[in-house]
Protein backbone atom coordinates (compact mmCIF):
# COMPACT_ATOMS: atom_id res chain seq x y z
CA UNK A 1 0.00 0.00 0.00
CA UNK A 2 1.41 3.50 -1.12
CA UNK A 3 1.59 5.79 1.31
CA UNK A 4 -0.29 8.86 -1.04
CA UNK A 5 -1.28 8.57 -4.09
CA UNK A 6 -2.84 10.93 -6.32
CA UNK A 7 -4.33 9.47 -9.26
CA UNK A 8 -6.16 11.37 -12.80
CA UNK A 9 -4.84 14.65 -11.63
CA UNK A 10 -6.12 16.90 -13.46
CA UNK A 11 -6.67 20.65 -14.04
CA UNK A 12 -8.78 22.11 -16.47
CA UNK A 13 -10.01 26.27 -16.17
CA UNK A 14 -13.29 27.84 -18.31
CA UNK A 15 -15.08 24.42 -17.96
CA UNK A 16 -18.08 26.72 -16.62
CA UNK A 17 -17.60 29.11 -18.98
CA UNK A 18 -19.64 28.82 -22.23
CA UNK A 19 -18.02 31.19 -24.72
CA UNK A 20 -13.98 30.33 -23.45
CA UNK A 21 -12.25 27.08 -25.07
CA UNK A 22 -11.00 25.47 -21.36
CA UNK A 23 -7.41 25.29 -21.09
CA UNK A 24 -5.83 22.15 -19.66
CA UNK A 25 -3.16 23.05 -17.66
CA UNK A 26 -2.41 19.11 -16.88
CA UNK A 27 -4.56 16.09 -17.33
CA UNK A 28 -4.33 11.99 -16.52
CA UNK A 29 -1.38 12.72 -13.77
CA UNK A 30 -0.18 10.26 -11.02
CA UNK A 31 2.02 10.33 -8.08
CA UNK A 32 2.91 8.45 -5.69
CA UNK A 33 5.18 9.77 -1.75
CA UNK A 34 5.77 6.95 0.65
CA UNK A 35 6.02 7.50 4.13
CA UNK A 36 8.60 9.85 5.45
CA UNK A 37 9.34 10.64 1.96
CA UNK A 38 10.70 13.83 0.55
CA UNK A 39 10.23 14.74 -3.22
CA UNK A 40 10.81 17.60 -4.77
CA UNK A 41 9.10 19.19 -7.73
CA UNK A 42 10.41 20.97 -10.17
CA UNK A 43 9.53 23.07 -13.63
CA UNK A 44 9.34 26.64 -15.45
CA UNK A 45 7.62 29.00 -14.11
CA UNK A 46 3.62 28.82 -14.78
CA UNK A 47 3.82 25.13 -15.50
CA UNK A 48 1.35 24.83 -13.25
CA UNK A 49 3.34 23.53 -10.00
CA UNK A 50 1.25 25.59 -7.37
CA UNK A 51 -2.24 24.06 -9.03
CA UNK A 52 -1.28 20.52 -8.21
CA UNK A 53 -0.43 21.42 -4.88
CA UNK A 54 -3.09 22.78 -3.96
CA UNK A 55 -5.14 19.85 -6.33
CA UNK A 56 -3.70 17.84 -3.79
CA UNK A 57 -5.18 19.53 -0.77
CA UNK A 58 -8.79 19.77 -2.30
CA UNK A 59 -8.09 23.51 -2.54
CA UNK A 60 -7.99 23.91 -6.13
CA UNK A 61 -11.47 24.51 -7.87
CA UNK A 62 -10.09 23.84 -11.28
CA UNK A 63 -8.79 20.49 -10.44
CA UNK A 64 -9.29 17.03 -9.34
CA UNK A 65 -8.07 14.07 -8.71
CA UNK A 66 -8.44 10.75 -7.23
CA UNK A 67 -6.58 10.21 -3.89
CA UNK A 68 -5.30 7.92 -1.09
CA UNK A 69 -3.74 8.40 2.40
CA UNK A 70 -2.68 5.16 3.67
CA UNK A 71 -5.02 3.17 2.15
CA UNK A 72 -8.14 5.87 2.62
CA UNK A 73 -10.11 7.11 -0.18
CA UNK A 74 -10.04 11.09 -0.11
CA UNK A 75 -13.72 10.27 -0.68
CA UNK A 76 -14.15 9.23 2.65
CA UNK A 77 -13.05 12.67 4.01
CA UNK A 78 -15.09 16.09 3.74
CA UNK A 79 -12.42 18.63 2.36
CA UNK A 80 -11.45 19.95 5.76
CA UNK A 81 -10.69 16.89 7.24
CA UNK A 82 -8.56 15.91 4.41
CA UNK A 83 -6.51 19.39 4.21
CA UNK A 84 -5.64 18.78 8.19
CA UNK A 85 -4.00 15.47 6.79
CA UNK A 86 -2.44 17.25 3.83
CA UNK A 87 -1.74 20.43 4.51
CA UNK A 88 -0.99 22.91 1.79
CA UNK A 89 1.88 25.33 2.80
CA UNK A 90 1.65 27.91 0.41
CA UNK A 91 3.85 30.20 -1.68
CA UNK A 92 2.81 33.84 0.16
CA UNK A 93 2.31 34.12 4.21
CA UNK A 94 -0.62 34.38 5.52
CA UNK A 95 -0.93 35.71 9.38
CA UNK A 96 -3.81 37.13 9.98
CA UNK A 97 -4.01 36.71 14.22
CA UNK A 98 -2.78 40.01 15.50
CA UNK A 99 0.38 37.96 17.67
CA UNK A 100 2.84 35.67 16.59
CA UNK A 101 1.54 32.86 19.32
CA UNK A 102 -2.00 33.30 17.90
CA UNK A 103 -1.36 32.72 14.61
CA UNK A 104 1.08 29.64 15.41
CA UNK A 105 -1.95 28.59 17.91
CA UNK A 106 -4.53 29.10 14.90
CA UNK A 107 -5.09 25.65 13.71
CA UNK A 108 -6.29 24.49 17.69
CA UNK A 109 -8.72 27.05 17.70
CA UNK A 110 -10.52 25.47 14.89
CA UNK A 111 -11.48 22.24 16.73
CA UNK A 112 -13.78 23.91 18.92
CA UNK A 113 -16.46 24.82 16.68
CA UNK A 114 -18.02 22.80 13.60
CA UNK A 115 -15.32 20.80 13.26
CA UNK A 116 -15.16 19.65 16.60
CA UNK A 117 -15.13 15.89 15.68
CA UNK A 118 -12.05 16.76 13.77
CA UNK A 119 -8.58 15.11 14.76
CA UNK A 120 -7.16 18.45 15.62
CA UNK A 121 -9.24 18.04 19.26
CA UNK A 122 -7.01 15.27 19.87
CA UNK A 123 -3.66 17.07 19.13
CA UNK A 124 -1.77 18.54 21.98
CA UNK A 125 -1.80 22.19 22.26
CA UNK A 126 1.58 23.12 22.39
CA UNK A 127 2.94 25.19 25.42
CA UNK A 128 4.45 28.70 24.52
CA UNK A 129 8.25 26.71 25.49
CA UNK A 130 7.38 23.97 22.79
CA UNK A 131 6.67 27.07 20.54
CA UNK A 132 9.64 29.00 21.22
CA UNK A 133 11.85 25.77 20.69
CA UNK A 134 10.23 25.65 17.16
CA UNK A 135 10.73 29.13 16.55
CA UNK A 136 14.61 29.12 17.63
CA UNK A 137 14.76 26.07 15.87
CA UNK A 138 13.81 27.81 12.50
CA UNK A 139 16.61 30.60 13.73
CA UNK A 140 13.73 33.02 14.88
CA UNK A 141 15.35 33.57 18.38
CA UNK A 142 14.59 36.98 17.98
CA UNK A 143 10.96 36.92 17.28
CA UNK A 144 8.93 37.07 20.36
CA UNK A 145 5.81 35.32 21.12
CA UNK A 146 3.56 38.30 21.44
CA UNK A 147 5.13 40.30 18.51
CA UNK A 148 2.79 41.65 15.24
CA UNK A 149 3.38 39.03 12.56
CA UNK A 150 2.60 41.87 10.33
CA UNK A 151 6.12 43.04 11.74
CA UNK A 152 7.89 40.28 10.29
CA UNK A 153 10.17 40.27 7.19
CA UNK A 154 8.65 37.89 4.37
CA UNK A 155 11.20 34.98 5.38
CA UNK A 156 10.30 35.31 8.82
CA UNK A 157 6.18 35.32 8.19
CA UNK A 158 7.40 32.22 5.48
CA UNK A 159 9.09 30.30 8.94
CA UNK A 160 6.05 31.29 11.31
CA UNK A 161 3.44 29.74 8.66
CA UNK A 162 6.21 26.24 8.24
CA UNK A 163 6.11 25.77 12.06
CA UNK A 164 2.54 26.88 12.14
CA UNK A 165 1.78 23.65 9.62
CA UNK A 166 3.99 21.50 11.31
CA UNK A 167 2.18 21.59 14.97
CA UNK A 168 -0.72 20.54 13.10
CA UNK A 169 1.01 17.57 12.40
CA UNK A 170 0.47 16.40 9.03
CA UNK A 171 0.57 13.52 7.18
CA UNK A 172 1.68 15.32 3.94
CA UNK A 173 3.18 18.61 3.47
CA UNK A 174 2.74 20.12 0.47
CA UNK A 175 5.43 23.32 0.94
CA UNK A 176 5.29 25.57 -2.33
CA UNK A 177 8.38 27.84 -1.88
CA UNK A 178 8.48 28.14 1.66
CA UNK A 179 12.38 29.10 1.47
CA UNK A 180 12.19 31.24 -1.53
CA UNK A 181 13.14 34.10 -0.54
CA UNK A 182 15.67 32.79 2.42
CA UNK A 183 19.29 32.76 2.91
CA UNK A 184 20.89 30.03 2.75
CA UNK A 185 21.45 29.30 6.77
CA UNK A 186 18.02 29.82 7.12
CA UNK A 187 17.24 27.42 4.13
CA UNK A 188 19.37 24.93 5.89
CA UNK A 189 16.99 25.15 8.94
CA UNK A 190 14.32 24.52 7.18
CA UNK A 191 15.57 21.70 5.41
CA UNK A 192 17.28 20.45 8.64
CA UNK A 193 13.57 20.52 10.64
CA UNK A 194 11.33 19.10 7.59
CA UNK A 195 13.94 16.75 7.18
CA UNK A 196 13.88 15.59 11.43
CA UNK A 197 10.10 16.18 11.48
CA UNK A 198 9.60 13.52 8.06
CA UNK A 199 11.94 11.13 9.94
CA UNK A 200 9.98 11.07 13.20
CA UNK A 201 6.46 11.15 12.19
CA UNK A 202 6.97 10.29 8.52
CA UNK A 203 4.99 12.71 7.41
CA UNK A 204 5.42 12.94 3.39
CA UNK A 205 6.97 16.17 1.68
CA UNK A 206 6.13 17.63 -1.52
CA UNK A 207 8.20 20.54 -2.21
CA UNK A 208 8.38 22.90 -4.78
CA UNK A 209 11.56 24.80 -4.99
CA UNK A 210 13.77 26.89 -7.61
CA UNK A 211 16.72 26.56 -5.64
CA UNK A 212 19.68 24.03 -6.08
CA UNK A 213 19.00 20.57 -4.95
CA UNK A 214 20.04 20.03 -1.20
CA UNK A 215 20.51 16.80 -1.24
CA UNK A 216 17.37 16.12 1.07
CA UNK A 217 14.86 14.90 -1.49
CA UNK A 218 15.06 11.19 -2.63
CA UNK A 219 13.10 12.13 -5.85
CA UNK A 220 12.64 14.98 -8.45
CA UNK A 221 9.68 15.18 -10.15
CA UNK A 222 9.28 17.32 -13.38
CA UNK A 223 6.26 19.25 -14.18
CA UNK A 224 6.22 20.74 -18.07
CA UNK A 225 3.60 21.43 -20.38
CA UNK A 226 1.49 19.57 -18.37
CA UNK A 227 3.82 16.27 -18.08
CA UNK A 228 4.98 14.86 -14.71
CA UNK A 229 8.04 12.96 -15.52
CA UNK A 230 10.85 11.66 -12.42
CA UNK A 231 14.02 13.06 -12.69
CA UNK A 232 15.43 16.42 -14.32
CA UNK A 233 17.68 19.39 -13.43
CA UNK A 234 16.72 22.50 -12.24
N1 LIG B 1 -8.20 30.99 -14.61
C1 LIG B 1 -7.15 30.66 -15.37
N2 LIG B 1 -7.29 30.52 -16.70
C2 LIG B 1 -6.25 30.17 -17.48
N3 LIG B 1 -5.00 29.95 -17.03
C3 LIG B 1 -4.80 30.10 -15.69
C4 LIG B 1 -5.85 30.46 -14.80
N4 LIG B 1 -5.34 30.51 -13.54
C5 LIG B 1 -4.03 30.20 -13.66
N5 LIG B 1 -3.71 29.97 -14.94
C6 LIG B 1 -2.39 29.57 -15.45
O1 LIG B 1 -1.95 28.44 -14.73
C7 LIG B 1 -0.54 28.37 -14.85
C8 LIG B 1 0.02 27.69 -13.63
O2 LIG B 1 0.24 28.55 -12.54
P1 LIG B 1 1.01 28.02 -11.24
O3 LIG B 1 0.99 29.19 -10.30
O4 LIG B 1 0.47 26.74 -10.77
O5 LIG B 1 2.48 27.79 -11.83
P2 LIG B 1 3.84 27.51 -11.08
O6 LIG B 1 4.50 26.41 -11.84
O7 LIG B 1 3.60 27.29 -9.63
O8 LIG B 1 4.62 28.88 -11.30
P3 LIG B 1 5.77 29.62 -10.44
O9 LIG B 1 6.97 28.69 -10.47
O10 LIG B 1 6.00 30.88 -11.19
O11 LIG B 1 5.22 29.84 -9.05
C9 LIG B 1 -0.04 29.73 -15.21
O12 LIG B 1 0.49 29.66 -16.52
C10 LIG B 1 -1.30 30.59 -15.19
O13 LIG B 1 -1.30 31.53 -16.22
Redesign the pocket.
Known sequence: MEYFKAEDLSCV??QDGPNTQP?I?FSGLSLQLGRGEIVDLI??????????LTALAMLDP?ACAMMDLEGCSCRDFNPQEWRRQVVYLP?RPTLTSRTVIGSLLLGFSFGRGRFSRSSVNSRERPSPLELRKGLDVLGLQDVELDRNPLSLSVGQQARVCLLRSLLLKPKVLLS??VDAGLDSDSATMVACLLERTSKSTGMAVLR?R?RDADGLASRTLR?EQGSLSEGGAL
Open positions: FGKLGPSGSGKSHLDQDEVHL
